[in-house]
């Protein structure tokens, strides 16, 4: 299943954060590798030097995509490819980086889990790990059992989406049914044929329905929140205080 299908109740600009903390990271990852390949030989330096500002380019690029309305999913496989693209070919052309991008990558497999689906996550492990093992195959193992861990991330991020949709959906839920009770609770007031006042401990009247509206002679058109301004009618004045004097009020 599909994490995009996990989302359907979140809207797309509800991820825009996590999409920039996303492409802010890849840019720390450009960083990473530049300052890295300074450290090569002269063989592979200025090579490895010139790709790395690329994709420093491409990260920045990212960032700017971050603030428009593409959607996430996409802007999340596009850069998830290009990274994959990358980290080949600098695997390829310097093997030592190796140790850096290994544990950085599973974020990124991560984020293609849990933003796009469980089915790229998984192929973006598995392809992920079969090009570690065929450009470095002196330590297959040791890139074996990356793969592994990278598959492990990709299901632990696709649960997590899952679990998270069920929240958002568990509230969304709630709130229609808090909307539905509030809107009971009103046309109940309204049909009530006596009259409806609740006033607040300062004597400031937060409810009233049409009936108390009329014995009060307020606005009938009056909204709830209108009426909430209302100071209370002078009529009321010796009510209210000695209700609020009341010693059954005092004591709750």
């Known amino acids: 299943m599909v994490a995009s299908r ?9 991820l825009r954060a996590e999409i920039r903390l996303y492409a802010l990271y890849r840019t ?3 960083v990473a590798l530049i300052a890295m390949s300074l450290g090569f030989d002269d063989t592979g330096k200025h090579l490895a030097l010139a790709a790395n500002l690329a994709y420093l380019l491409v990260a920045f690029l990212f960032v700017a995509l971050a603030y428009t309305r593409i959607p996430v999913n996409r802007q999340i496989v596009l850069g998830t490819l290009l990274d994959l693209v990358f980290i080949s070919f600098l695997t390829w052309l310097s093997p030592q980086v190796i140790e850096l991008i290994t544990p950085m990558w599973m974020l990124n497999v991560a984020a293609a889990a849990l933003l796009v689906s469980l089915t790229f996550g998984l192929s973006m492990a598995v392809v992920s790990g079969l090009m570690l093992v065929f450009l470095a195959p002196d330590d297959w193992n ?31 839920q709630q709130s229609i049914e808090i909307a539905e009770l509030s809107r009971m609770n009103s046309l109940i007031l309204e049909r009530l044929p006596v009259g409806v006042l609740v006033i607040n401990e300062k004597g400031r009247i937060r409810t009233s329905n049409q009936v108390a509206k009329r014995l009060l002679r307020l606005d009938p058109l009056s909204t709830d929140e209108e009426v909430l301004d209302l100071r209370s009618p ?3 004045a010796g009510f209210s205080s000695g209700a609020l004097d009341s010693p059954r009020i005092r004591s709750s």
């Open 234 to 236: 002078p009529s009321l």
């Open 142 to 172: 040791y890139h074996i059992v990356y793969g592994l861990i990278y598959i492990t991330i990709a299901l632990l991020a696709s649960r997590l989406g899952r679990y998270i949709s069920h929240s958002d959906e568990v509230t969304e």
């Open 6 to 14: 996990h989302f359907k109740t979140v809207h797309d600009h509800s």
């Open 28 to 30: 720390l990852e450009a």
